[in-house]
């Protein structure tokens, strides 16, 4: 299991105090809305309030990032222990949160205890008065075993990934309970959350009110950033915003640490690089305008420690979790060629591009991790389409040889059958349904490479759509789908999915868990350390 006995109910104690604290922070959206959903202000008088709450991120065995957003000019302090009592607490004296970040800040956290609980508080000074500081606002996470420990029992992981949020105009709706399938995860106490992207719908505004095939009506907590497509740094930042007025969102990061990627929807649908809009929404056409926006304002709301402007500005990075896992975050939208019917012969740059393909070849071969996790923001073998000639994701409906992205896809492949790379698993989300894939040579026209699984989980609050068809080329077999049956179907119609994955500490087992809404387990898979074609 991941979690043994000690800390358990400390942890879950604490992020009720810490809800109630958000609870009493926060002002309602609207006059009806729940408090499932109640909305922090933006208040001027006073102390500096977190009423945003907090979050940390990219937590390994001796570090950890912690974010939060003030209501005004402040200078971040967190503080660290190891109960939530703060006795023989630690200081850190963070950045001084303004305009130019949108009041958003991160501390970074050095020299922590490997496989501990860590209590964090941040307080919000003001700056002109250091004395003179709002509430504190609490959370906690758990750091990475250390990954030196050799023989012996090892500690076990549990971690849960999903992605697609606040999609198709079903936003924030307090009759439904709000982004509800964030209390479903946060119940399950994962050592952390892996977000497959579309963190928001920056190209959907979310109206006040969709009325539902049977006559019912999905009314949204609106805002006025979220009433158009996103082109400006300021409406970039507003859809961030957006989901944190859910409080069952900000009980969920002020418990569990997040790894977070991107994918089309922080820009625009389907988006790539040197594209020109054909999108009579906007008024900004050029996506390397509208991608630098976003960008910008994704590193300003979530703690990513490559976003960081001392670290390299990009979203690929590996996470390492102990010796049981590590966790190699893509990004195949930023590097990726232009969509088009990629029935290309050569094609160097495809999906990844050359150099991001490069780290992840030589990444890969360094790992000693007994399971390696690619976190894919698409799909390898699932046929995704953009318009009615192109393709958005790797594959494009051929069976045969590589073509395309699929080119630097084999290219991969390859790479970790010669060398030897062992417990490569693939997740992801993007296509709004719940599924297995598990692709073969035996099967497939390329046949260079080991049989490795994929899986797929999400929307977490989105439209679902129906399943997509498969592609040949690397031999996919499809023992599970869950998939509605017509186009965009309301989270009030149809349940949100996420996916669980435990690694023992004794064994190895690595099992994955795919999950609706409400917890519910739809498919399982167990599968065994150093072993190849399961």
Request: charged share 25%; aromatic share 8%.
């Amino acid at each position: 299991m991941a979690q043994g006995s000690g800390g358990g109910f400390g942890r879950r104690a604490l992020l009720q105090g810490a809800a109630a604290g958000s609870a009493a922070l926060a002002l309602p959206a609207v006059a009806a809305a729940a408090p499932a959903a109640a909305a922090p202000a933006l208040v001027r008088g006073g102390r500096p309030r977190a009423s945003w709450g907090v979050q940390a991120g990219d937590v390994t065995a001796s570090s950890g990032l912690v974010w939060t957003r003030s209501d005004r000019p402040a200078r971040m302090v967190v503080q660290t222990a190891a109960t939530e009592a703060f006795r023989n607490a630690r200081t850190w004296h963070g950045p001084l949160l303004g305009p130019g970040t949108d009041f958003t800040g991160v501390t970074a956290l050095h020299g922590l205890p490997a496989g501990e609980q860590i209590h964090y508080r941040v307080r919000l000074a003001d700056p002109d008065r250091p004395g003179h500081a709002g509430e504190p606002v609490t959370g906690t996470f758990r750091t990475a075993p250390d990954s030196r420990c050799g023989g012996g029992r090892r500690e076990g992981v549990r971690f849960l990934w999903s992605g697609d949020l606040a999609g198709q105009g079903w936003g924030i709706n307090p009759e439904h309970g709000g982004y509800r399938v964030y209390e479903d995860m946060r119940r399950l106490d994962p050592d952390f959350f892996l977000c497959s992207g579309d963190n928001i719908y920056a190209d959907n505004p979310i109206p006040e009110r969709v009325t539902l095939p049977d006559g019912r009506v999905w009314r949204n907590v609106t805002t006025e950033e979220k009433s158009k497509v996103a082109e400006t740094l300021a409406e970039f930042r507003g859809a961030f915003r957006y989901n944190l007025q859910d409080a069952n969102l900000r009980r969920f990061n002020a418990q569990v640490p997040t790894i977070t990627q991107w994918d089309d929807h922080e820009v625009h649908n389907n988006w790539y690089p040197g594209q020109l809009l054909d999108d009579d929404r906007y008024r900004v056409k050029d996506v390397d305008v509208l991608s630098a926006r976003a960008l910008r304002a994704f590193g300003e709301y979530f703690p990513i420690r490559t976003l960081r402007p001392d670290a390299g500005g990009r979203v690929y990075r590996v996470l390492r979790h102990g010796p049981l896992l590590d966790v190699f975050v893509l990004d195949m939208r930023r590097y990726r060629n232009a969509n088009s019917p990629d029935r290309q012969t050569d094609d160097p740059q495809g999906i990844l591009g050359a150099e991001q393909l490069r780290w992840l070849k030589r990444e890969l071969s360094r790992s000693r991790a007994v399971w390696k996790v690619i976190a894919a923001d698409m799909p390898l073998g699932l046929v995704v389409t953009d318009g009615p000639e192109n393709f958005e994701a790797v594959a494009q409906g051929d069976p045969g040889a590589p073509l395309g992205r699929e080119l630097q896809i084999a290219e991969l492949l390859r790479h970790i059958k010669h060398q030897r790379i062992t417990g490569t698993l693939w997740l992801t989300a993007d296509v709004h349904y719940t599924s297995a894939q598990h692709y073969a040579p035996e099967r497939a026209a390329f046949k260079d490479f080991e049989p490795f699984w994929e899986f797929v989980s999400g929307p977490l609050n989105a439209g679902g759509f129906p399943a997509v068809k498969l592609d040949g080329t690397f031999g996919p077999e499809q023992p599970f789908v869950k998939a509605p049956d017509r186009a965009n179907v309301s989270p009030a119609e149809s349940p949100q999915y996420f996916g669980e994955v435990v690694i023992d500490g004794g064994s190895g087992e690595l099992t994955v868990r795919l999950r609706q809404e409400g917890g519910e387990v739809l498919f399982a898979k167990t599968l065994q350390p150093g072993r190849v074609g399961q």
